[in-house]
């Protein structure tokens, strides 16, 4: 599966939706490399005209995401554990400070031990489990609050999920339960923030070849099943994610919120 984006294809890319999200300011969380989801969608906004900020946690992730952040026009890069509640405040206050008000806020964050994505679900243990809804779900709840305060009107929020929500999928375990929790989270932050007119929604996108999918057990195989059964018998990649994403961010779903948008290549409406 070819996940680099051709010269030909970065050359659309830069044209499509331009102007979309000129003026707009966001803060993307969870950019690991260049093959992360994170920044499929971060590179379709800022091809849009979107001002960015980056976040990253550790010195290895932040010799990744400093080049991919000037890529997309950003110098602002900042450590942040979302774990920890003062640096996540803290991130905030930096970003408000440089930034002013955020119009979106992308959350691609996810954790779960290896032990816990094989074997049985039944076997996850109990610190796993908890450590597992912390970083995956908490985070969220956790991101959009601190960052109430500094959402513009119409902002809006998104996060990643996957199809191991609502079907079991072999060696996700642990992690398809937080995923589901994490769509619920969608739902009810929606009705939270939906009084001063921000909007939140996930993306439930395809397997995928990122430095998170590695952890799962068997991930070639399930590439080439989900190829095999979608409609367009293909795997999607992270730019066709960054498309959904540019739509969720902008203007284009001012009447969309609490939703699941699914960028699968049709798999999730298969049976065989």
Do not use: C
């Not at 989801?37 to 091809?47: E, H, K």
């Amino acid at each position: 599966m070819n996940l680099q984006t051709s010269e030909a294809t970065n050359v659309t890319l830069q044209s499509e939706g331009t102007g979309l999200l000129a003026g707009k300011k966001g803060l993307v969380v969870g950019v690991a490399n260049d093959r992360s989801i994170a920044w499929g969608i971060a590179r379709r906004a800022a091809a849009a005209g979107a001002e960015l900020a980056f976040t990253y946690q550790g010195e290895a992730l932040q010799k990744r995401v400093t080049p991919l952040a000037a890529e997309a026009g950003s110098d602002l890069v900042l450590p942040m554990d979302v774990t920890n509640e003062e640096q996540v405040a803290a991130t905030f206050d930096a970003v408000q400070s440089r930034m002013g008000k955020l119009d979106f806020l992308v959350h691609s964050v996810a954790y779960a031990d290896r032990n816990d994505l094989a074997g049985r679900t039944i076997d996850t243990s109990r610190e796993g489990f908890l450590k597992t809804m912390e970083i995956s779900v908490y985070s969220f709840i956790s991101l959009a609050r601190a960052a109430e305060p500094f959402l513009a009107e119409d902002a809006s929020v998104l996060t990643l999920s996957y199809y191991g929500s609502v079907k079991v999928v072999p060696n996700y375990n642990v992690m398809g339960i937080a995923k589901a929790a994490l769509e619920s989270s969608v739902r009810y932050l929606s009705v939270d923030l939906g009084a001063k007119g921000i909007r939140v929604n996930a993306i439930s996108a395809g397997p995928i070849k990122t430095l998170a999918a590695s952890g799962v057990s068997g991930m070639r195989t399930l590439l080439a099943g989900a190829a095999q059964r979608s409609p367009v018998k293909r795997n999607v990649d992270i730019d066709d994610v960054g498309g959904a994403g540019l739509y969720l961010l902008s203007p284009l779903s001012h009447g969309v919120t609490g939703e699941i948008h699914y960028v699968d290549a049709g798999f999730n409406i298969t049976v065989w």
